[in-house]
């Protein structure tokens, strides 16, 4: 698969997030060519400030490995994650990000932060941004639209 058919899985579960009440975020985990998780974002269902989507499939992903680390890992999330969630990359030691929109109030990855470049870190994850962009801001921006 491509990381426009991943992309589109994310998407799927940014969708069922918003049918939730939630955000709508979705995030996947990859290792060895399988998807080991994928969620939404759950912090209003979870009552969990740290239930973002990336949070939620690192988690699950970590279970299934049964290792908390996910060395050679892909996470695919549909808007640029936050510095609490590019701090989790990292920790994990996932070695590939791709995501959607950009963030420009909270991203942490390019937008406002660029968390994952810090010269000090002794890991290194790959990012490719903007698969999808349109796709994934339009899912963020009717979602709010219509809560106004």
Do not use: W
Request: aromatic fraction near 4%.
């Amino acid at each position: 698969m491509t990381d426009f058919e991943y992309m589109h899985l994310a998407i799927a579960q940014a969708q069922a997030a918003a049918l939730r009440g939630e955000v709508p975020i979705g995030a996947l985990v990859l290792l060895e060519g399988r998807i080991l998780a994928a969620a939404g974002n759950r912090t209003i269902t979870d009552c969990d400030p740290t239930a973002h989507a990336e949070i939620v499939a690192l988690r699950e992903a970590a279970r299934k490995a049964r290792n908390y680390r996910l060395v050679g890992a892909s996470l695919y999330v549909t808007v640029e994650p936050c510095a609490m969630c590019a701090g989790a990359l990292l920790q994990a030691r996932v070695a590939r990000l791709v995501y959607g929109a950009d963030e420009p109030k909270g991203g942490a990855v390019r937008t406002c932060m660029q968390v994952l470049d810090a010269p000090a870190l002794n890991h290194r994850v790959e990012v490719v941004s903007g698969v999808l962009a349109a796709e994934c801001a339009q899912l963020l921006q009717s979602f709010f639209a219509a809560r106004r």
